[in-house]
């Protein structure tokens, strides 16, 4: 095989920056969602309860692709109908925009269900020792539940990035220009398809082992002060 | 919203819908048969056997499928040897590719599935079928594997919904399956919203059967029964 990247090594290094930064802000809205969707499904108020799970069932119940195609393509009269009436001629959700939004979506509706687990599984009497301490409930969360939910919850979300950085390539369907979009430019132009998209397929290794390495190190620092029972 | 719009569309989207089926249940259950070797092969106990389902794992988990389905669809065809080679025939056709795509993916996963439910399996049991004199491969056969599927089947029907929703990639190679077919009758009509939401709608009535149809298969596997080890 050549291994020969006809001038694109830039343009894929360029790519990769692009895949990083859509998979870190996905992670962000993620992450908040994910939390918001948790603290509705275990929350005491039915309706909240089935908000958070309407929103996990019916966002994981459909393709990620559709996700990114349908808020790409779907809000495109919706931005302008809001574009006229903020006066902005031309409003539109771009790639990038559009990415963020449909695989945070994504990744928050399987973070929900990461959440709940963790939060299910502190102890009901650290709450109650909040409560007798005189807590409010916002601190009580914030305080107590929060710090212990994060060891608890962090090889689930690990799990779910190393997912949310691969489904990142869909995004190249809308044309966001990120490893995928430069390889397939790169393969119209060298006519050796092969090649590139092995390079993408090595990048994308190279980030997973990379988040992998990550995690190994954030869960090993979240478990500080925890015995291991089988080891 | 325009219903009237969807329902026109319906049939077509239906038809799509088989298709999307047709991929899923033949990679799911090729995938199966590819992995039960890869999954056996992945516990073994000699890092040499290990070696290789290991690094087929770690790549077809570590890569985008997306990246997968267009190294077999545009890529392979960068080679003579395979454009002169028999299996041509298949390998042009975007519907070969992308079952063989998802069969490769899909087998990866599952046989990680496997391996997590054959390590699963107490000790005692396996140990008990050797004291009755059963060699190694009929206690694989008649006790590890039926132990390890009942263990593993709450990870395969997650694995199957998966490949559901993977298997709207099959539209960026020109098949037109549920999500490929929302795409061509929004070339047409210009109403991504009412067309995708249909679409949607499809996925999930999908999964909420195949769902339905795991929990009818684990009562009747008794699942429940052997969880108390």
Known sequence: ?231 | MNWEVIIKWLPRLAQGATLTLELVTIAVIAGLILAIPLGIARSSRHWYVRALPFGYIFFFRGTPLLVQLFLVYYGLAQFDAVRNSAFWPYLRDPFWCTVLTMTLHTAAYIAEILRGALQAIPRGEIEAARALGMSRAKALFYIMLPRAARIGLPAYSNEVILMLKASALASTVTLLELTGMARTIIARTYLPVEIFFAAGLFYLVISFLLVQAFKQLERWLRVDACQGR
Request: hydrophobic share 55%.
């Open chain 1, 1 to 231: 095989m050549n291994i020969d990247l006809y001038g694109f090594g830039p343009a894929l290094v360029a790519g990769t920056l692009m895949t990083v930064k859509l998979a870190l802000s996905a992670l962000c809205l993620g992450l908040v969602l994910g939390l918001l969707g948790a603290l509705a499904k275990t929350s005491p108020y039915k309706p909240l309860q089935w908000l958070g799970g309407f929103y996990s069932t019916l966002v994981r119940g459909v393709p990620e692709l559709l996700w990114v195609l349908l808020i790409y393509f779907g809000t495109v009269s919706l931005m302008n109908r809001l574009g006229e009436a903020l006066n902005i001629p031309g409003l539109e959700l771009n790639a990038f925009a559009a990415g963020v939004i449909a695989l945070g979506l994504c990744f928050g509706a399987y973070a929900t269900e990461v959440f709940r687990g963790a939060i299910l599984a502190i102890p009901k009497g650290h709450r109650e020792a909040g409560l007798a301490l005189g807590l409010s409930k916002g601190r009580i969360f914030s305080r107590l539940i929060l710090p212990q939910m994060w060891r608890i919850a962090l090889p689930g979300l690990g799990n779910l990035f190393m997912i949310l950085m691969k489904d990142t390539a869909l995004v190249s369907v809308i044309g966001l220009e990120e490893i995928m979009r430069h390889s397939q430019i790169a393969v119209t132009v060298s006519k050796q398809p092969f090649t590139f998209y092995m390079v993408a397929a090595v990048i994308y290794l190279g980030l997973t082992v990379l988040a992998m390495t990550g995690m190994y190190f954030m869960e090993k620092r979240a478990a500080r002060g925890f015995a291991r029972p089988n080891q």
